[in-house]
Structure formats: structure tokens, C-alpha cells
């Protein structure tokens, strides 16, 4: 008995040993990984890109072929009286531009949340239902299928404008 109870620790023991055997080397690559040694990956600890500037999302090309996308340069929206009324239009301005193409061959498409009516050329009115804010998606593709795509946020009953 007094052996039997020798042999359970000694083989706790030698469990723990096997266990705690990590020198904290990654097996696959040979390379030696350390929790507590923090790692740069760039920026700076207020979210800021390391050059200083900006963050913006990427612009979508929508097409490898060569040649300049469209760029969204403005979307505005007014809203048709009486606003407080249920049922309410808003009427989308979309002012964008292509270095090789011309306005006229720009094709404009996009959508409302919450609205009926689609966004289908530089000016479209849609109709809106409920008392809250919404968001239109806009993409504007030129005739070589390069786009760009913008989202804004529209007040319930506020005029108003964003650049990009």
C-alpha cells in the first residue's frame, strides 16, 4: 500500500513535467514566441495610421481594365413638404465624375432603406414611411465597369449634404 502511494505522485510529477516542457518555441516554424514581448504592428495607440494621415475606406474600382473609375463627389437631399406627413419624398442629388468618361455614360443606381423608389439617375425622388433616420447606398459605375460606392446617413426632415 505504502508503495501505491508513492507511485501517484511520482506520476502526477512526471505529468506535470511533460506538460510545463514549452520553451515557447512554435513547433511548426522554429520560431520562438514570447506573450510578454509586444509586438509593433504599425499605427499608434490612438488608432492613427503611422504617416499621420487619415483613414478612409478603399474606394472600390469595380474592374481591373484599365482607365479611371468615377468618383461620388457629393450626395445631397431635400425633403418634399409637407415633411411631417407619414409619407414623405426626398429627393437625392448625386454630383460625381470620371476623368475619361462622359456625364452622360455615367450610370447611377443605388437604394433608401425604408423607402420605395430606386436610385437611378444623378437626381431621384423616393418615397419614404416612418419618422426616423435612414441610409442610402449609391454606386456609380462608367461604361468600362469601373465604380465607386458611398453610403450616407438621412435625418428624418433635415436638408443636408455630404462630401467625399
Do not use: K
Not at 6 to 17: E, N, T, V
Not at 115 to 139: E, K, M, N, P, Q
Request: aromatic content about 4%; glycine content about 12%; hydrophobic content about 35%.
Amino acid at each position: 500500500m505504502r508503495t501505491q502511494a508513492l507511485w501517484l505522485p511520482l506520476a502526477c510529477m512526471l505529468a506535470l513535467c511533460a506538460c510545463g516542457d514549452d520553451d515557447g518555441a512554435d513547433r511548426d516554424s522554429g520560431t520562438a514566441i514570447d506573450a510578454a514581448t509586444p509586438v509593433d504592428a504599425g499605427g499608434s495607440d490612438s488608432g492613427a495610421p503611422p504617416d499621420g494621415g487619415t483613414i478612409e475606406p478603399p474606394r472600390d474600382s469595380g474592374s481591373t481594365s484599365g482607365g479611371a473609375a468615377p468618383v461620388i463627389r457629393m450626395v445631397s437631399w431635400v425633403h418634399g413638404a409637407p415633411c411631417g406627413s407619414h409619407d414623405r419624398t426626398v429627393t437625392i442629388t448625386i454630383t460625381a465624375d470620371d476623368p475619361d468618361s462622359a456625364p452622360t455614360a455615367l450610370l447611377f443606381s443605388g437604394n433608401v432603406g425604408g423607402c420605395t423608389g430606386a436610385l437611378d439617375a444623378a437626381t431621384s425622388t423616393v418615397t419614404c414611411r416612418g419618422t426616423s433616420a435612414t441610409i442610402a447606398f449609391i454606386h456609380v459605375e462608367d461604361e468600362a465597369g469601373h465604380a465607386d460606392d458611398e453610403a450616407v446617413n438621412i435625418q428624418y426632415c433635415e436638408d443636408g449634404s455630404q462630401s467625399f
